[in-house]
C-alpha cells in the first residue's frame, strides 16, 4: 500500500470514529424523543449502507489494480519469450548458414582434389601409353 493510500485510509477511519461518535451522541439524546431516535436509526442504516458501499468499491478498484499489474507482468513475460524466441531462430539461421557453408567448402574441395586426381591419371595414362609405343617401335612385332 502506498503512503497515499495510507493517508487515506488513515483519515477515512478518523472520519468514521467521528461519524460514530456524533452518532452515538445523537442516540443519546434520542432516547427521549422516539421520533428523532427513529430518525437517528435511519440516518446510521443509511451511513452503514454508503460506508459499505465505499469499502467495497476500494476493493474492486484494488482487485482490479492488482489484476492490471498482473496482466502486464504477463504482457513483459510474453514479450522476453518472443525475445528470446527470435534470438533462438536467428542463432539456429546462423548456425544453418555457417554448416552451410563448411558444407559447400568440403564439396569444392573434394571436388578439386577429384579433379587434381583425374589429371594426375590422365597424365600417368598418357605417360604410359607413350612408352607402349616406344617399345612397339623399338621392338615391331613380327607381322605373319
Known sequence: MSSN????????????QQQQQGKNDQ?????????????GI?????????DLNRQQNQQNNQG???????????????QINNQQQQDRLGYDAQQ?????????QQEQQGQQSNCAQ???????????QQQQQKNQQQHPRLIH
Open 42 to 50: 435511519t440516518q446510521q442504516r443509511q451511513q452503514d449502507h454508503q
Open 118 to 128: 583425374q589429371f594426375k591419371q590422365a597424365g600417368q595414362i598418357g605417360n604410359a
Open 5 to 16: 493510500q495510507s493517508q487515506q485510509a488513515g483519515q477515512q477511519w478518523n472520519n468514521q
Open 96 to 104: 544453418n548458414q555457417q554448416n552451410l557453408n563448411a558444407q559447400r
Open 64 to 78: 482490479l489494480n492488482a489484476q492490471q499489474r498482473q496482466q502486464q507482468n504477463q504482457q513483459a513475460g510474453q
Open 27 to 39: 442516540n443519546a439524546s434520542c432516547q427521549q424523543n422516539e421520533e428523532c431516535c427513529q430518525g
